[in-house]
């Protein structure tokens, strides 16, 4: 089940995803057990494709948002690293589905293991739900000097995604920042550099390379 | 005895857990420290645990191998200033071997590559039956689960995933085995492989073999879904063999056997054993105390219990029995079966972190069954002879 899960988000086939999620309840378990798999794509298509099933299907997705929660927490035993990812695309797809743990992921912003993953899931929200992630601005400012290219580089992403005011000088040092980063947008995983990041956040068009398909 | 190992840290606390005549973790963990930096700070910090009278772990974020969301719980040190050696001292639950059988090649490697790559100290077994390696840092994960994957072991569960099957000894040791616990074990490892490494449940699920009614890893305890290896003929009797008990010296046939009966259905007249098998509820008394004379019947297979849970701190839980009786033989089909119409159900209808038993005692017994598609039995019971449950649709009744 979950190998053949994997062939159809490898090739985007989110269609019969969907079908065979509400013809067979296996298939929501080999859901969950791809968001584990060591591919950060297929693990960032599978949270797009339970986004798809918030709006087609939210029943079968409900129960299911307090255990990715759940998985968040080392108290939990598990690794719960594809949960950031799936609860931002159902949060975005249908909030009423997601309104209990929609903001339980920023409570790892200290998880280095988790951050990259939560960071994207915050810059998601806050596109749609800008008000909603207000309250982290700061924290994600502090972020844009990190040591790792990653982190700040996806900071920047998601503060531009918020549409963040005020954060001209924290974000200025990227502006000559030549690292480059993937990040997961329009079902593929992109490599863009964090400078490209930091202008489109400040809102400067024009002057970045495109991004390109990684 | 063994000489004490000496450690050059003063432990006046933990020392007092080395007194007395049972083996101690204490004298383990100080050996260890002579050769491992981690253990001698693992010995440093619990004193200071003794002497501050709490415990210094705490919470410090997820850690794993890729592709893998189970296996490995994450801790660390509320200290790590003054045990650095500690800051990072994760717990990894390797798979057993079913029934526990080792040669001494593979325990040595197991033992090198935890020498290698943590604190040395191991747990063998917890109460889940995995092998327990304690202590390791967070960047020796991945070379660890790389060096013991290629040597064929695996990981074992962790949270709200299928946790590592276990099992008694079986049929390889032991006389009393109604189906080979070590086979299945092994089958349902491999075909449930999935959901012990990549959790998706509502919480924890246990699967526990026992190969008779004696119950040896305390399944009816413990696992959510126990499988008591049982007979539905009689006890075979070698009448031969019984004038050798009687000739032991302090054996009582009457007080030690027959008024120990449960159900009274043994007698003895003098020449001949008689039982009524069918009033024997099983208990194996009588088979345990006169083992060369009473074997297992020979139509065996096994009795199926649901939903047990023992936690530490409140709600214990025994099973209920299920299925009265399964034959039990490769390659196991119907069981499985079974359990995948269970986990469908509890997939769906358990809350977040409900094992099955509760979900079961929420909706009700029949209601489950019938859900997952069995007959109402009056076996399905906690005491038969005391407080039957009764099965009736409420419209037929009232006609
Ligand atoms: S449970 Fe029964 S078969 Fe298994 S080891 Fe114990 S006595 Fe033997
Ligand atoms: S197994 Fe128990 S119930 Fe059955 S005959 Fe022996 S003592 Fe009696």
């Known amino acids: 089940m979950r ?9 985007r086939r989110f269609d019969e995803i969907e079908m065979k999620a509400l013809k067979d309840k296996k298939s929501l378990r080999g859901m969950m057990a791809v968001l584990y798999d060591a591919d950060d794509l297929l693990v960032h298509r599978a949270a797009t494709a339970w986004g798809r099933l918030a709006l087609s299907s939210p029943a079968s997705v409900r129960r299911f948002m307090s255990r990715l929660a759940w998985q ?40 280095r293991g988790l951050l990259k993953r939560v960071l994207w899931g915050i810059g998601r929200v806050g596109e749609v739900h800008p008000a909603l992630v207000q309250d982290i601005i700061e924290d994600l400012k502090m972020l844009l000097a990190d040591a790792e290219a990653d982190i700040r580089g996806m900071a920047a992403w998601a503060l531009g995604k918020i549409g963040a005011k005020g954060i001209e000088s924290s974000i200025a040092p990227l502006l000559d920042d030549e690292r480059s980063i993937t990040i ?21 068009t024009g002057c970045g390379p495109a991004p390109s398909a990684a | ?61 997820l850690v794993g191998v890729r592709g893998y969301g189970s296996g490995i719980i994450g801790r660390y040190s509320g200290k790590a200033e003054q045990f650095p050696e500690v800051a990072q001292f994760h717990t990894v639950r390797v798979n057993q071997p079913a029934g526990w059988f080792y040669t001494t090649k593979a325990l040595r490697e197991l033992c090198d590559m935890w020498d290698r790559h943590g604190s040395g100290l191991t747990n063998m077994h917890g109460s889940t039956g995995d092998i327990i390696f304690l202590g390791t840092k967070t960047e020796e994960l991945e070379p660890f689960f790389t060096e013991l994957t290629q040597k064929g072991w695996d990981l074992g569960g962790s949270g709200s995933a299928t946790r590592t099957p276990s ?11 109604c189906y080979d616990t070590l086979a299945l074990t092994q089958d349902l490892t491999m075909e449930f492989q999935d959901t012990i490494h990549r959790p998706a449940w509502p919480y924890k699920f246990k699967f526990k073999m026992s190969g008779c009614p004696n119950d040896c890893v305390s399944g009816i305890a413990r696992a959510d879904f126990t499988i008591i290896g049982m007979w539905r003929d009689a006890i075979r009797i070698d009448q ?20 120990k009966c449960p159900t009274k259905c043994i007698e003895w007249d ?10 024997c509820n099983h208990c194996m008394h009588c088979l345990n105390v006169m083992p060369k004379a009473l074997r297992i019947g020979k139509d065996t297979g096994a009795t199926i219990l649901l939903g ?5 701190v409140e709600g214990a839980l025994m099973s209920s029995v299920l299925v009265p009786f399964m034959k039990m033989e490769p390659p196991f089909t119907e069981v499985k079966d079974l359990v995948q119409r269970i986990w469908d159900f509890w997939e769906e209808f358990g809350n977040n972190r409900e094992r099955v038993g509760e979900l079961v005692t929420r909706v009700g017994l029949a209601n489950f069954i019938e859900a997952i598609g069995l007959e109402p039995n009056p076996y399905m019971v906690m005491h038969p002879r005391e407080n039957p449950y009764v099965f009736y649709d409420v419209d037929e009744a009232a006609e």
């Not at chain 2, 606390?13 to 491992?36: C, M, Q, Y």
């Open chain 2, 240 to 259: 031969s063999a019984i004038p050798e008990y009687l000739g032991f010296e302090g054996f009582d046939l009457r007080r030690d056997v027959l008024d």
């Open chain 2, 167 to 177: 099992c008694c000894v079986g049929p390889a040791r032991c006389e009393m085995a």
């Open chain 2, 270 to 279: 003098g020449k001949k054993l008689s039982i009524n098998d069918k009033e």
């Open chain 2, 1 to 61: 005895m063994e000489d004490k190992p000496k450690l050059d840290v003063p432990t006046p606390k933990l020392d007092e857990l080395e007194k007395g005549p049972w083996p101690s973790f204490v004298t383990e963990i100080k050996r260890a420290a002579t050769k491992s930096a981690m253990a001698r700070d693992l010995v440093r910090q619990v004193e200071q645990s003794y002497n501050d009278r709490v415990g210094h772990w705490k919470h410090g974020g």
């Open chain 1, 72 to 111: 968040l927490n080392d108290e939990s035993g598990n690794i719960g690293r594809g949960s950031p990812l799936v609860i931002a695309e159902v949060a975005r797809a249908n909030m009423e589905l997601a309104k209990e743990v929609v903001l339980v992921s920023t409570h790892f912003l200290e998880d």
């Open chain 1, 3 to 11: 190998e053949e899960l994997k062939r159809l988000l490898l090739e």
């Open chain 1, 184 to 204: 997961y947008e329009n079902e593929i995983m992109n490599s863009v550099s964090i400078r490209s990041i930091a202008q489109k956040a400040l809102g400067i």
């Open chain 2, 308 to 312: 047990a849970k023992a936690p530490i």
